[in-house]
């Protein structure tokens, strides 16, 4: 599975490879005007961000998965819904990274599935929904619980992943959850929190030049 490597690599390369100055830069400022925000607001984002708290958890309300299921076919026929490739990567994780929403649906059905276990790069299923921009994926794996304070090898959270790729929606995802669910330490945390090399979440957005997500922290 090397293009899972090569997809990871090429995103920090792309980031590496923006860190200009995004005042000055006429590329970064046509980037930023090709970036698009998804129009869609599905139920699952409304119920997130509506100020409920007891939607966190309740995977029940994701119902079992449908008879022409993919996941449901293999599980009944004994797959394991945790099983790891060489990458330690469990179907839930690639689910996530390929924005698979019917097969991120119906693994978490399963009460067993396990929606914190890390790859060897120590990310979460929600690192790579958050990386690679797939906000409905975000929006379920929060839904059902998902630590959102939780470090990569390169000690970032969620919240560096999608503020450095500039994916706006997810970073006001996360954010969002954490002021209605009312934990302000967490919040404050999350915002402040450095990577390895001393950066927050912020510092990101700016170094690539990501206008839309800078403007939406400072608003």
């Not at 984002?45 to 449908?66: C, T, Y």
């Not at 929904?129 to 990569?152: E, K, M, P, W």
């Not at 500039?166 to 929190?193: F, P, Q, T, W, Y």
Request: hydrophobic fraction near 35%; charge should be negative; include cysteine.
């Amino acid at each position: 599975m090397q293009w899972y490597r090569k997809s990871i690599k090429s995103i920090r390369s792309r980031r590496a490879s923006r860190q200009v100055n995004p005042i000055t830069s006429d590329d970064t400022i046509e980037e930023e005007k090709t970036e698009q925000d998804n129009p869609s607001i599905s139920n699952e984002k409304e119920l997130l961000l509506a100020n409920n708290p007891s939607v966190v958890g309740d995977v029940s309300r994701f119902g079992k998965p449908s008879n022409d299921s993919v996941v449901r076919l293999l599980v009944e026929n004994g797959a394991d819904v945790n099983a790891v490739d060489v990458y330690d990567l469990t179907p839930l994780h690639y689910a996530c990274m390929r924005g698979n929403d019917v097969a991120i649906r119906d693994l978490l059905s399963y009460p067993q599935v396990l929606i914190e276990e890390t790859d060897k790069q120590n990310m979460t299923p929600l690192f790579l929904a958050a990386t690679f921009g797939y906000a409905d994926a975000v929006t379920q794996l929060l839904i059902s619980g998902a630590n959102i304070f939780v470090r990569d090898e390169e000690y970032q959270t969620p919240l560096h992943r999608a503020a450095a790729e500039g994916h706006k929606e997810i970073v006001h995802l996360l954010l969002s959850v954490c002021k209605k669910r009312g934990d302000g330490d967490l919040l404050h945390n999350l915002i402040l929190a450095r990577n390895s090399e001393r950066m927050t979440a912020l510092y990101q957005a700016v170094a690539n030049g990501h206008y839309q997500v800078t403007n939406y922290y400072l608003k």
